[in-house]
């Protein structure tokens, strides 16, 4: 941790990366100085900023008050007031002192800036609590606040344009598909916030729309090429034409006439505009055909049956029955009661 370091007057020079007794409270552990500002020496009397290395971990807060003694023999040399906890490993030395300073000199409001703008998602408001050793009220005009999430106004409009930017790429990658899926947009640039800071600070992104769990360039709308339109056509008219006796999936899309990636992507238009229906992995319906299997039932409410009963119903198979029946009680049409079921 970083700290300010008062040297006595009576104390002899420290040498840079001396060993120290360390004290704080009730406790004591050997400890190293390290001057920031690289000085070979601490004089008598001196302030100056330090890092201080602890042979073993200690719970401590900013402002929290420290002593130091002679390795040998054991005396009283000085002390001074812990500034961070938890300071950067990697960074240049004069940078370092630099930031130090600010943060020994800086009001409270200008510690939290500080500590939030080195956070590129920004930080929770435990973490600030933690990093500064006292309870905000309120922050600085340049830091935005989701719920508990800090972050600075600075880092909030780059993220913002690396969203328009991320998604603009996907869409030129994946012309087919409606847009990037929240979760990824989440994990590639915001890892680090969780999904409902995430999300607040999606909404404030200009020119994206957010379409359930997918994410768009506002105005961005499907092109299809001609022989993807007639593929389209092609796959949404077999599942029509079958009604409840539908085709094997892979047959029709192996056969609508585009390589089977883009027939893939096909099918997930029709399933996502509802035309198509998923009913199990292998199993995809036609909507028209299953309005019209609700609208037969209905003549039978409160009617119970079984799975042979449905079959005559219907004239399907057991292949499709029992995925069908597994639809109907996921719509709350029918509810299963052990080895029969009840029209709702």
């Known amino acids: 941790f970083e700290a300010t370091l008062h040297l006595l007057g009576s104390a002899k020079p420290l040498k840079n990366r001396a060993p120290v007794h360390f004290h704080s409270g009730t406790a004591e552990v050997p400890a190293e100085v390290r001057t920031l500002d690289n000085r070979p020496t601490i004089e008598p009397g001196a302030s100056v900023l330090v890092r201080l290395v602890l042979r073993e971990p200690l719970l401590l807060l900013p402002g929290d008050r420290f002593i130091i003694r002679m390795w040998a023999p054991v005396t009283t040399i000085g002390g001074g007031e812990i500034i961070d906890c938890n300071p950067p490993r990697r960074i240049r030395r004069d940078a370092l ?19 939030v703008g080195e956070a590129p998602d920004g930080l929770p408001f435990s973490a600030i609590v933690a990093r500064t050793g006292a309870k905000l009220w309120t922050v600085s005009s340049d830091i935005q606040r989701f719920g508990d999430w800090l972050i600075t106004t600075e880092a ?17 990658a994946n012309p087919l598909l409606p847009g990037i899926g929240k979760e990824e947009l989440r994990t590639r640039l915001m890892p680090a916030a969780p999904p409902p800071v995430f999300e607040a600070i999606l909404a404030g992104a200009r020119q994206l729309v957010v379409a359930g769990e997918h994410v768009r360039v506002a105005g961005h709308k499907l092109a299809l090429q001609a022989d993807e339109q007639e593929a389209t056509k092609r796959i949404e008219e077999a599942f029509k034409a079958a009604g409840l006796n539908v085709p094997p999936l892979t047959e029709v899309l192996k056969t609508c006439g585009v390589d089977p990636a883009r ?17 199990s992995e292998d199993l995809v319906f ?9 609208e037969r039932l209905t003549d039978r409410k409160g009617q119970r049956f079984s799975v042979p009963d449905f079959k005559d119903w219907t004239g399907v198979s057991r292949k499709y029955a029992i995925p069908l ?17 009840i029209v709702l």
């Open 156 to 172: 909030l409009e780059a993220k913002w344009g690396s969203f328009r930017q991320i998604v603009a790429e996907f869409h030129k």
């Open 286 to 294: 036609h909507i028209s055909a299953l309005d019209g299997l609700k």
């Open 325 to 341: 029946l597994e639809w109907l009680d996921a719509q709350r049409i029918t509810r299963r009661d052990g080895d029969t079921r």
């Open 97 to 115: 002192l630099a930031r130090a300073q600010r943060l020994a000199a800086g009001t409270l409001a200008e510690r939290t800036a500080q500590l």
């Open 263 to 279: 027939a893939r992507t096909l099918l997930q238009i029709l399933l996502r505009d509802k035309r198509l229906v998923r009913t």
